[in-house]
């Protein structure tokens, strides 16, 4: 496996509409290459979703996923179901993803991006999403997801059509370089996608 360079942004790659994968596509080494590279640099960049236009290749796949933590909480988190929430990420390779919004709710939070390194912004979200999609089987999947998993699936699908969470923004009060993120708005773990 090999990590691979991710682009940032004003890279034209993160621009650009990805093509959707074939079943012959899904099967072939190259791809399921490419899915095993993804998710080490994913590790290695500590990023919880990665887009492989991030990776300079202009295909509809990503991967998620953040393990679960182990250890205490913290008493502040006991009544948030928010942090709980945001806790884990089931490990996911999503190929060719179609998202329908489940109602009209949608809910802020922060997002990051390892291809806008040290940004962090709120962005609106739908709350709950249907999602149908290809796993790297090419076996069809079909799921109904919410809170910080439907946000990081989001994200990810936005990457597939060249589209930044900047975009998703409503107004750029929020913007906020990672140490003043750190300083000011969160005690929670950085979250990067
Ligand atoms: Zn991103």
């Known amino acids: 496996m090999s990590i691979l360079k991710v682009a940032r942004m004003g890279h034209p790659v993160l621009r650009a509409k990805a093509r959707p994968l074939s079943a012959a596509d899904i099967r072939s080494p190259r791809v399921q290459q490419l899915i095993d590279d993804m998710f080490e640099t994913m590790r290695e960049y500590q990023g919880i979703g990665l887009a492989a236009p991030q990776v300079h290749a202009g295909v509809r796949v990503f991967v998620a996923g953040l393990p679960p933590k182990t250890g205490r909480e913290t008493p502040d988190d006991d009544d948030d179901d928010d942090d709980r929430d945001r806790q884990s990420v089931p490990l996911m390779t999503l190929i060719n993803p179609e998202i329908t919004p489940v109602g009209r709710e949608t809910a802020d939070d922060w997002e990051g991006c390892l291809s806008i390194p040290d940004i962090r912004g709120r962005v609106p979200r739908a709350r709950e999403i249907a999602v149908r999609a290809y796993d790297r089987t090419g076996k069809r999947i079909e799921m109904r997801v919410s809170g910080f998993t439907a ?30 993120f750190g300083r000011f708005w969160s005690h929670r773990e950085v979250v990067e996608e």
């Not at 989001?154 to 975009?167: C, N, P, R, S, V």
């Open 151 to 180: 946000r990081v699936i989001q994200h990810e699908t936005d990457h597939l059509d060249g589209i930044l969470f900047l975009d998703r923004m409503t107004n750029f009060v929020s913007l906020t370089f990672l140490d003043e």
